[in-house]
């Protein structure tokens, strides 16, 4: 059974940065590829960034240049390093894994921007 287990989150001010990490069990974890999402209040869930097996990312619009991620194997982990925040960052953030054409997600862990 595929676990995802967010944590990081927190207040933050505007130019301020935070660390989300994202905890899998119950997969291979090398073996596939991760991605980070968000959803505001009142919006759908988007898609933020991704990173595959090998190690290339690919980033949304709204987060190139500002977000990174990140994967260690070694821990099951995929990373999501924000900077620069702004107050449209805010929401909670999910990481996701597809597994036998299945989506898997964690239970989020809200950002919210604000001074």
């Known amino acids: 059974q595929v676990q995802l287990v967010e944590s990081g989150g927190g207040l933050v001010q505007p130019g301020g940065s935070l660390r989300l990490s994202c905890a899998a069990s119950?997969?291979?974890?090398?073996?596939?590829?991760m991605g980070w999402y968000r959803q505001a209040p009142g919006k759908q869930r988007e898609w933020v960034a991704g990173?595959?097996?090998?190690?290339?990312?690919n980033y949304a619009d709204s987060v190139k240049g500002r977000f990174t991620i990140s994967r260690d194997n070694a821990k099951n982990t995929v990373y999501l390093q924000m900077n620069s925040l702004k107050p449209e960052d805010t929401a909670v953030y999910y990481c996701?894994?597809?597994?036998?054409?299945?989506?898997?997600w964690g239970q989020g862990t809200q950002v919210t921007v604000s001074s």
């Open positions: 996701n894994v597809v597994v036998g054409g299945r989506s898997s």
């Open positions: 119950g997969i291979i974890f090398r073996l596939y590829a």
């Open positions: 990173i595959t097996t090998a190690g290339s990312t």
